[in-house]
């Protein structure tokens, strides 16, 4: 394994790109409505898919919906709810559901459990629940249990811990499952991956595209198993700038045939 203090190259090649969004393309904000991706970086990510003819998703924990909201103008392959709900790049939808009986109990014991813990917001998001204790971090512990004994009562859940949030899944579903499904198909089948994330929801992209061979990079501190680290949001940012330039560069030089061995450094 590469040190993972190490900042990541600037690549070369046929390249499939993965972003988290929360904590790697957008700065965490006190309420998940606050929060934006910059335009620039927004258009950044529009010439990188175009680059690489359209191989660019963003895997997130939020919904689709919310994630077409903060990619607008753009219209990006997307996985939301941690993959438990995909469009690929015909715009084609996959999505795994739990029984209407399950979603409506759950939401009924979870509303009335948080009602304890002042400060704590249920996020439903119809397949899946995001138990935020972000303003109520003294009851992390409780809301945990709390979590897992949902998954005890409801085999067919699992449990996702996130930075100040607890989330309640369909068995089966991950970021590192969606990141697999989307390279078994164009334009994405036959490229290196790439991915970026910040929290223990990206881990299971990290492995994914580990095994892969690909590249992987954890945004800020942590334990991880990405290859590479970014500190922070504004260097993911930065090294993206890089990035693009460094591709426009690498298709301007073949463009006029020329060897291009020799622009191919790190950053």
């Not at 190490?6 to 499939?16: C, D, E, H, M, Q």
Request: hydrophobic residues 45%.
């Amino acid at each position: 394994m590469a040190d993972v203090s190490s900042v990541p190259p600037l690549l070369s090649g046929n390249l499939a790109f993965f972003f988290d969004l929360d904590g790697t393309l957008a700065e965490i904000k006190p309420h998940p409505d606050q929060v934006t991706i910059p335009a620039a970086v927004r258009t950044l990510l529009q010439k990188i898919s175009i680059m690489s003819d359209g191989a660019l998703a963003l895997i997130s924990g939020r919904s689709m919906a919310e994630l077409d909201k903060l990619a607008t103008p753009f219209h990006f392959p997307l996985a939301g709810v941690h993959g438990a709900e995909r469009r690929d790049i015909n715009d084609k939808t996959h999505v795994v559901t739990l029984p209407e009986p399950v979603v409506s109990a759950l939401q009924q014991q979870l509303t009335e459990a948080l009602l304890q813990f002042p400060g704590a917001d249920l996020e439903a998001k119809g397949m899946a629940f995001a138990l935020h204790y972000r303003h109520a971090p003294e009851a992390a512990d409780a809301i945990l249990q709390l979590a897992q004994s949902m998954t005890l009562r409801y085999p067919e859940l699992a449990l996702q811990p996130g930075k100040c949030v607890v989330e309640l899944k369909p068995l089966g579903i991950d970021k590192g499952a969606a990141i697999r499904a989307f390279m078994q198909e164009a334009p994405f089948a036959g490229r290196t991956p790439v991915f970026i994330g910040d929290d223990l929801t990206d881990e299971a992209g990290f492995k994914q595209v580990n095994a892969l061979g690909g590249l992987t990079i954890k945004v800020g501190s942590g334990e991880t198993i990405a290859h590479y680290r970014l500190a922070n949001v504004r260097m993911v940012y930065h090294w993206l700038g890089k990035l693009t330039h460094h591709i426009e560069q690498q298709k301007s030089a073949i463009s006029r045939g020329e060897d291009y061995e020799s622009l191919s450094g790190s950053l």
